[in-house]
């Protein structure tokens, strides 16, 4: 299987999850799910299923980094929820749609969860605010990848919360440090001296094949 970081976010709704949108912080979310992008996009292959309030934001930031988005970032979306897909999924080429179960919500999530976590071996798994779907992820993912180390940016509130009492102990940082780019830096054990490259085609296999070096000075004219 293909390593990858696996990105469980979202953005609680208070109508949906009010308990979840009450502790949850709309500006750190953002600033999270945009850092961690920052930090892995052309560096790191990055899976998730795709929440709409949170894709445009990685389409974005993978433009402004001149990567190929759809070679970086894989979607799994559930066919029940054909009717909420953003336009753009269809251009990236980038999604995997698993089928609607029987047209039950849950049952068409989980079978989504489980082709997931068997496509991909996951080095890391980050969680960012969420409503009970990331707690869910959560739980699966233990199950089926249980030697996964998850990163839950407690920072951000929402479901978040709830993931990190499951984990039990949780280092400091990610409850209080808001420089998330030096902390995914950090617990993801991504250089800032990794290059990144347009597609994971062109990237080499060794890490340190992948760090900028400086240039060596010409010799002088004799």
């Known amino acids: 299987m293909t390593d990858a970081i696996f990105l469980s976010a979202g953005v609680p709704d208070p109508k949906r999850g009010p308990q ?9 979310i953002t600033a999270a799910v945009s850092a961690l992008v920052h930090v892995t996009l052309g560096r790191r292959l990055l899976v998730w299923g795709g929440q709409p309030a949170i894709t445009p ?13 759809g070679d970086w970032v894989k979607l799994y979306q559930s066919k029940h929820f054909k009717d909420e897909y953003p336009e753009d999924n269809q251009r990236f080429q980038n999604v995997t749609y698993t089928d609607d179960v029987g047209h039950d919500r849950e049952h068409s999530l989980r079978l989504m969860r489980e082709r997931m976590f068997s496509d991909f071996n996951f080095t890391a798994a980050v969680f960012i605010g969420g409503m009970g779907g990331i707690v869910q992820e959560f739980d699966l993912l233990q199950q089926l990848q249980p030697n996964v180390a998850p990163l839950p940016v407690i920072s951000t509130g929402g479901a978040v919360l ?3 009492q499951r984990i039990g102990s949780v280092p400091p940082d990610l409850r209080d440090d808001l420089d998330y780019i030096a902390l995914f830096h950090r617990h993801l054990g991504v250089s800032v001296k990794e290059m990144r490259y347009r597609s994971p085609t062109e990237q080499p296999p060794a890490v340190a094949d992948r760090l900028w070096q400086h240039p060596k000075p010409s010799s002088p004219t004799p």
């Open 162 to 164: 709830d993931v990190a």
């Open 57 to 69: 934001m990685i389409w974005v930031i993978a433009e402004g980094l001149g990567i190929e988005y």
């Open 20 to 28: 979840y949108a009450k502790t949850a912080d709309t500006v750190a």
